[in-house]
C-alpha cells in the first residue's frame, strides 16, 4: 500500500492533509541515487505511525519552482 509521486522536481517539501485540513504526514523530498526518476513513495502511514483511513487528501507540493495543489482519494 504504497501511494507515488511522480515527476517531482529534486528538491520539495510535500506535506499531505485531510479534506478537513489537519495535516497527516510531511515528506522531505530530495533527488538522490536511489529515486534519480524525481518519484517519491508514501506508504500511508501518518507522522504519528499511524495508517490513514480511507477518505480525501490534499498533496501541497512546495519548491523553489513553486505551489502544487495535488488531491486524491484513499479507498481501503
Known amino acids: 500500500r504504497k501511494i507515488m509521486f511522480?515527476?517531482?522536481p529534486g528538491d520539495c517539501t510535500i506535506r499531505i492533509y485531510t479534506e478537513a485540513g489537519d495535516l497527516v504526514r510531511t515528506?522531505?523530498?530530495g533527488g538522490d541515487a536511489t529515486l534519480p526518476s524525481g518519484d517519491?513513495?508514501?506508504d500511508q502511514i501518518t507522522d504519528?505511525?499511524?495508517e490513514v483511513v480511507?477518505?480525501?487528501y490534499v498533496a501541497v507540493i512546495d519548491s523553489d519552482q513553486g505551489t502544487d495543489v495535488v488531491k486524491f482519494v484513499i479507498v481501503k
Do not use: M
Open 27 to 29: 515528506i522531505e523530498h
Open 40 to 42: 517519491e513513495f508514501w
Open 6 to 8: 511522480v515527476n517531482l
Open 54 to 56: 480511507s477518505g480525501i
Open 48 to 50: 504519528f505511525n499511524q
